[in-house]
């Protein structure tokens, strides 16, 4: 367990400088350049995510069961996740109808993603995983309402934008609910072990 919540602290602690230190952000891009800040932020960034991934894993071996959630929960949490993916597929083409209503379409995603997970998983690693991730969306949310967003003034919805991004979503979401989330986490939403 302690080093899902290692990898969580560097993951997501990394993903929070503009939350809590954006002043510093900006220092340090300045002081580095954009390129080696990205950089150092993404070599960061995986560290923490291959951490998250390993812990989640062992920890999973010996659950610590907290709740047994009920099977309609379950079915909520597919389709939260069917609308979870839409929006994370929103959040580019910048002219689709989701990113210029919702603006930050992929963090909106993460919330949706994270919540439906606490809702169809019932263990301590759950708890933590999902619980932490629903945190840090709900913080970098309220954050990021707070700064200037980069879009056109008077951008119009394109159609063929918003259609390409919905379908995207229920692609990706049905090739996790009918195998790759199994593939992946050896779980299948669906119940099949």
Sequence with gaps: MSLLIIGLIIFLGSHSCRIFAEPWRNHMIDRLGEVKWKGLYTIISLIGLI???????????????LWQPATYLIHIAILLNLVAFIFLAGSSPSNNAIRLKLKHPMILGVKVWALAHLL??????????FGSFLLWAVLDFRSARKRPIHMPENAAISTKATITVVVTGIVIWAAFIFGLHQYLIGVSPLGAR
């Excluded at 169809?120 to 995983?129: E, K, P, S």
């Design 51 to 65: 951490l998250v991934v390993v812990g989640y894993g062992q920890a999973r071996q010996a659950p610590i069961v």
């Design 120 to 129: 169809a998983n019932g263990t301590l690693v759950d708890l933590i995983l």
